[in-house]
């Protein structure tokens, strides 16, 4: 990422942990519960962040986020045709909150992390959203975001 793109995204990013039970979950779209119990290790969440391209810790579930700003983050994915991330519900395990916290060094969720990188919050993701840099930085994971479609489709108009 470029140097204030890192450090504007390294501002904000925050996200939650996925119920791992049922519901309406979009294609590709992977919760997961607390996990191994015992607390969030660096390593573990390490391991965590770097095991998909996206990865968003929230308050909530992609199908019922808990707070308008972890909405946002779910919908700024949809927008772009994101559906294979990685989604863990903060509400579900505390320590796992605290713990990706702790590890980002930032005080809030939802938190965004793109190829294990910490972008930041909704308002980065919602700035790089509107400027374009989030098509770019999800091009450079092999991501084709579904709005260069829609405005190819109006430039033929």
């Known amino acids: 990422m470029s140097g204030s ?3 504007a995204a390294a501002a904000l990013l925050r996200w939650g942990r996925g119920a791992g039970g049922g519901g309406l979950r979009g294609p590709g779209v992977r919760t997961a519960g607390s996990g191994g119990g015992g607390g969030s ?12 391209k996206v990865v968003v810790f929230l308050k909530g579930t992609p199908e019922q986020p808990q707070c308008g ?11 772009h045709g994101v559906r294979d991330y990685a989604a863990y519900n903060v509400l579900d395990d505390p320590q796992l909150g605290q713990g990706i916290k702790d590890y980002s060094n930032w ?10 990188e910490f972008v930041g919050g909704c308002d980065i993701l919602l700035q790089m959203h509107q400027n374009g840099d989030l098509v770019e ?7 084709r975001s579904v709005l260069l479609d829609e405005k190819k489709d109006q430039d033929s108009k």
């Open 5 to 7: 793109l890192s450090r």
């Open 41 to 52: 290790s660096a390593e573990q969440l390490d391991a965590l962040v770097k095991k998909d």
């Open 69 to 79: 700003f972890s909405n946002a983050v779910v919908q700024i994915l949809r927008l």
């Open 107 to 116: 005080p809030t969720i939802p938190q965004v992390y793109l190829k294990g």
């Open 137 to 143: 930085e999800l091009k450079k994971l092999g991501i």
